[in-house]
């Protein structure tokens, strides 16, 4: 594996830190700024917002930029808007510097994937995507909880600044470290006609018309939309259901995020060869799992084992569905990790907001956890809908 794509990995922990860190300051930020615990909640939804306009558009703006300037760019923006919310006093600038923070985020990623696949053989996408995604898991490992245990000792601000602080070395890496010129037009020179006309978003957008992608894009959505209803809401859940003090919310938290390091890395292994089987088996045990914790949320053992287990399910069928849709768009290399990217961030964006509506109507904190069950078990009707017309289809054509 090059080691470049660690380096992207590194910003990506930065950016994974950012976008889940929330999770552990939602209280902390309510209190503060004066708005209500859903309202906080609503910044990490919209972030999601912001990555889901922000990755088809961003690819397409930097599509003909070589691929180590829209990385730059992209995470010295993402740098600069952390220290914007930082230092503010406004629920609403706070607000708009998580849009612009999305947006940029979106951008780094979408590159970053394309940047990362195309430096590998074309078997090993899932290997590739994986280090990038580990780059999000550890931020669950460690950014996460660290950006909690700062905003107990020193306030949520504290967080913010850490993250920006991190993102400087990761700049400085990717000068570097990664290829000044554009890998995947090079790749592409190699193979005649097609590349010459250099990289095309009409065409690309075409490719991703396929009905397949178009399922598995909307399945991702909504197992990642499950993840994010359960863990955007799991500071109150731990310590108001789960009975644990405020201290054992960091805990909690890394916890989840070395489950889905696990996951990552299940995943990783599988999603290449073995997709279907590790979906198979992984899909039923996200939802029982979801149930099971909406059940038995108030047992401080069972919702030690079940963060830890959830956290490894979600990340492992959520991985192997974005590979898929990698492998799926491979017509549309740059445009195909933007709408993977997009795809992840509308179940991040509508989870919390889920999750919120359902708190706020009085359900109580372990209604995500239902929330969460009920995306799963719509994305089970969805795939089974899917297989049923395209049996249609077969059956219609053969007579």
């Not at 309202?39 to 961003?58: C, D, E, H, K, N």
């Not at 598995?216 to 003090?245: D, K």
């Not at 017509?331 to 997009?342: I, K, M």
Request: a positive charge; charged letters at 10%.
């Amino acid at each position: 594996m090059p080691f470049a794509i660690f380096i992207l990995g590194l910003a990506v922990f930065a950016q994974g830190t950012s976008e889940f860190m929330l999770s552990g300051l939602v209280p902390d930020i309510a209190a503060d700024l004066n708005v209500s615990i859903p309202s906080a909640g609503a910044l990490t939804s919209v972030f999601a917002v912001g990555m889901i306009v922000g990755a088809p558009s961003a690819a397409i703006l930097s599509l003909r930029w070589p691929r180590r300037t829209a990385l730059l760019v992209f995470l010295i923006v993402f740098t600069l808007v952390h220290v914007v919310g930082a230092v503010t006093t406004s629920f609403g600038i706070l607000l708009a510097a998580r849009v612009v923070g999305a947006l940029a985020n979106a951008g780094f990623l979408a590159v970053a994937i394309a940047t990362a696949t195309g430096m590998v053989a074309a078997d090993a996408k899932g290997r590739a995507t994986s280090v990038l995604l580990g780059g999000v898991t550890v931020a669950c490992v460690v950014g996460v909880p660290a950006g909690a245990l700062l905003g107990q000792m020193w306030g949520w601000r504290a967080a913010f600044w850490a993250v920006a602080l991190v993102c400087v070395p990761a700049v400085v890496a990717i000068v570097r470290s990664v290829p000044g010129t554009d890998l995947g037009r090079a790749q592409a020179g190699a193979q005649g006609e097609r590349a010459a006309t250099g990289p095309s978003a009409r065409r690309e957008l075409r490719a991703l018309r396929d009905p397949r992608l178009i399922v598995t894009l909307l399945l991702a959505a909504l197992v990642n939309g499950a993840t994010f209803c359960a863990f955007t809401y799991l500071a109150p859940l731990v310590t108001e259901v789960g009975g644990f003090g405020d201290g054992w919310v960091p805990v909690m938290l890394a916890l989840f995020g070395l489950g889905s390091f696990t996951g990552v890395t299940v995943a990783g292994r599988m999603s290449d060869a073995r997709p279907v089987r590790l979906l198979l088996a992984g899909g039923p045990a996200l939802l029982a799992g979801w149930l099971l914790f909406a059940v038995a949320a108030g047992n401080p053992v069972a919702m030690v084992v079940l963060v830890f287990v959830q956290g490894t399910l979600s990340f492992a069928v959520g991985s192997t569905l974005i590979t898929r849709v990698l492998y799926a768009a491979a017509e549309a290399p740059s445009l195909g990790g933007a709408f993977a990217t997009a795809a992840l961030n509308v179940g991040a964006a509508a989870g919390p907001l889920l999750g919120g509506v359902a708190i706020g109507a009085g359900l109580g904190y372990r209604s995500p956890l239902w929330v969460g069950a009920l995306l799963v078990a719509l994305a089970f009707v969805t795939a089974g809908l899917a297989r049923a017309v395209r049996a249609d289809r077969a059956l219609t054509t053969a007579s």
